[in-house]
């Protein structure tokens, strides 16, 4: 790989995650009708699942948890996941092209050598269940809450 198309990866790289927390906070405002309950739920679900994925980094950083079985946490992996898993949660016709796009995005790790598959594995594949598991239960929260109103 020439040192220009390294670059040019390597910005591209560095792009994704910024350009997808953009999307992720303008995503409730693309598709009308939603209540204010179901935007305040997803912003919610969506920074609780970004602070598991930091939360998860410190005790990683900590104990080497990852480390102990040979991994490296993938930190940008898990967050692009979360809000990836967040956003398919919140309007499930995007999951394709949100799909592609993270897959796309982890090649790019794997060509540019940033991680291995098992870490961006292990670290997206943990970061999407306790994110789509938040969104669940803001879904059934508010579920309830519009029974009892």
Partial sequence: MTPST???LDTIADSFNPLLAIVALVYPFLRRPRTLRSIIAYY????AAI???YLVRAID???????????DYSTHSAFAASLVA???AF???WTVPLAI???LYFSLELVMRYHAILDIVSSAALAATVALLLHAAASRAMRASTRSD
């Fill in 61 to 71: 950083d900590h104990y080497r948890l990852w480390a102990s079985l040979g991994l």
């Fill in 44 to 47: 919610l679900s969506a920074g």
């Fill in 91 to 93: 309007n499930r016709r």
């Fill in 101 to 103: 796009a993270i897959v």
């Fill in 51 to 53: 602070g598991f994925v």
């Fill in 86 to 88: 967040s956003m398919s």
């Fill in 6 to 8: 390294y670059r040019i």
